[in-house]
């Protein structure tokens, strides 16, 4: 079974300039999870998706970061503009239908922001 | 709000040693209990689990004890080997409230063993 597949792995752009990650979770997987996770730090959850709906998007930056997840499959996560205290590992996630199952991470987009 | 704490890192061992990493939580209710490991270059990976009190999560001789009294859930492994090298997280999940079934988690040891 593939697992939830992210690009790309790396990224590194200037302050002010504008980023887009893309996330494809398990086949199957109605609840997708993106985080942020800043060196030396846990992942802390930026939004949470059941199927193409938010559930809980309370600690998104929503001045600077979107996502979307339009046929409730693939996602993609933006930020413009880009600070540099962006600078993180974004990672993506998905579960079967709702919090109660585990989390499958994907590997990751290392975001350098200069 | 509920919060995790890890024990600090890095921990360097030599293979074939004892391993305990601290975990303490703070939550509201009765939260389930993760250790998620992370290898370099990876994902994080659930390692084991616990969902009520006293419970013990187990998996690759890995343990971990749901301490409702302490509010703990140290990990521990009898013997270390080298591929055990990555960074682990503790996580609770969220019981109840506004944000019912959300993962906290702390901030990560990085355990290196060496042989």
């Known amino acids: 079974e593939a697992g939830v597949a992210q690009s790309p792995r790396y990224k590194i752009i200037e302050k002010r300039q504008s980023v887009a990650f893309w996330c494809n979770p398990i086949s199957g997987h109605a609840t997708l999870y993106w985080y942020q996770q800043i060196l030396g730090q846990g992942p802390k959850l930026l939004i949470q998706?059941?199927?193409?709906?938010?559930?809980?998007d309370s600690q998104l930056p929503k001045d600077r970061f979107s996502a979307e997840r339009l046929k409730g499959v693939d996602s993609t996560l933006k930020i413009q503009p880009a600070k540099l205290e962006d600078s993180a590992v974004y990672l993506c996630?998905?579960?079967?239908?709702?919090?109660?199952?585990?989390?499958?991470f994907g590997p990751g987009t290392r975001l350098t922001v200069t | 709000g509920n919060s995790v704490t890890q024990m600090e890192g890095p921990v360097t061992l030599s293979e074939e040693a004892f391993l305990t990493i601290n975990c303490t939580y703070t939550?509201?209710?009765?939260?389930?209990l993760f250790w998620y490991v992370q290898y370099p270059g990876e994902g994080l990976q659930l390692l084991l689990k616990?969902?009520?009190?006293?419970d013990k999560g187990s998996n690759k001789g890995f343990e971990a004890t749901y301490r409702k009294e302490t509010t703990s859930f140290h990990l521990e492994k009898g013997s270390v080997q080298v591929s055990d090298s990555a960074v682990y997280f503790c996580?609770?999940?969220?019981?109840?409230?506004?944000?019912?079934?959300?993962?906290?988690f702390g901030q990560g040891t990085i355990l290196t063993v060496h042989p």
């Open positions: 998706f059941q199927n193409n709906g938010v559930v809980d």
């Open positions: 996630a998905s579960s079967l239908s709702g919090t109660a199952y585990e989390q499958y």
């Open positions: 996580a609770l999940r969220n019981a109840g409230g506004t944000s019912y079934g959300k993962l906290t």
């Open positions: 616990a969902t009520k009190a006293d």
């Open positions: 939550a509201t209710g009765y939260p389930s």
